[in-house]
């Protein structure tokens, strides 16, 4: 059975759609979306030799060689221009290196109209990212699994503004409000309160003082959402 992460992922593939899948490891979520019927091609690749093995053996028994290309190579270099890919998945990495996966193959992206991607961590600089090339978040979602809380982002091209407090939250995720949301930030709220009761104890440098502000303007940020 899929994950509820990797489940939620997939309700956001279009009906139809072509997806590419990167950095599949088992290739469970491409196999999940032709199994229900979403999708009928789609593309899974792996630029580390292991999860690349798995994923073929997972496509080969689940008998879906003739509809998930199973592809060896760096991050969207794993597209090729005949797949027709518009939807691409990038799930269980940190934001930072989900980021420079779609920096370092720009040109892929001009055919894709969707990217749904899930950051264990840092989902900021994927929101960064969108605001400076023209994505817009289309919808984002907040759920907690095994303990651990996952943001999950829909990106469409197109323009949007958003504030200091949205790159940090998610526009979707304060309008939404949800327990997980509150219970992410609230934890990260006491995190940065601990950090600042330990720099108040320390010696006053110039550079003590920068990050205290720091923090009490994050702090401030969050607590006012
Ligand atoms: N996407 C699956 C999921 O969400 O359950 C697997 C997540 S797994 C933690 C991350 C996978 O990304 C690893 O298998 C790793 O080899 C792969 N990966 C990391 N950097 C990559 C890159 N630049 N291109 C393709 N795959 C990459």
């Known amino acids: 059975k899929l994950s509820k992460r990797l489940e939620t992922v997939a309700s956001f593939v279009p009906t139809g759609a072509v997806v590419a899948d990167i950095g599949s490891d088992h290739a469970y979520l491409p196999c999940y979306l032709v199994q229900q ?30 509809h998930i290309q199973v592809r060896l190579a760096d991050g969207l270099a794993a597209i090729e221009q005949d797949d027709r890919v518009d939807t691409v998945t990038i799930a269980g990495m940190g934001g930072p290196l989900i980021v420079s996966i779609l920096e370092k ?30 994505w817009a978040v289309l919808d984002e979602v907040i759920l907690e699994e095994d303990d651990k809380i996952y943001e999950i982002l829909v990106l469409q091209k197109g323009a949007m503004q958003l504030t200091e407090a949205e790159i940090l939250l998610g526009t979707h995720l304060i309008a939404q409000h949800t327990a997980v949301f509150v219970k992410k930030w609230t ?20 550079d003590i003082q920068a990050k205290r502000e720091e923090l009490q303007q994050l702090i401030q940020l969050v607590e006012g959402v």
């Open 187 to 206: 934890k990260e709220i006491d995190n940065w309160q601990r950090i600042l009761q330990d720099l108040n104890r320390a010696e006053a440098t110039p």
């Open 105 to 134: 193959h720009p040109e892929v992206l001009t055919s894709v109209t969707r990217l749904i991607l899930q950051p264990n961590i840092h989902a900021k600089v994927i929101r960064e990212w969108a605001l400076a090339h023209g």
């Open 37 to 66: 019927g979403i999708v009928s091609q789609a593309v899974a690749g792996e630029v580390v030799k292991g999860p690349y093995e798995s994923a073929l053996r997972q496509v080969r028994a689940e008998g879906l060689l003739d």
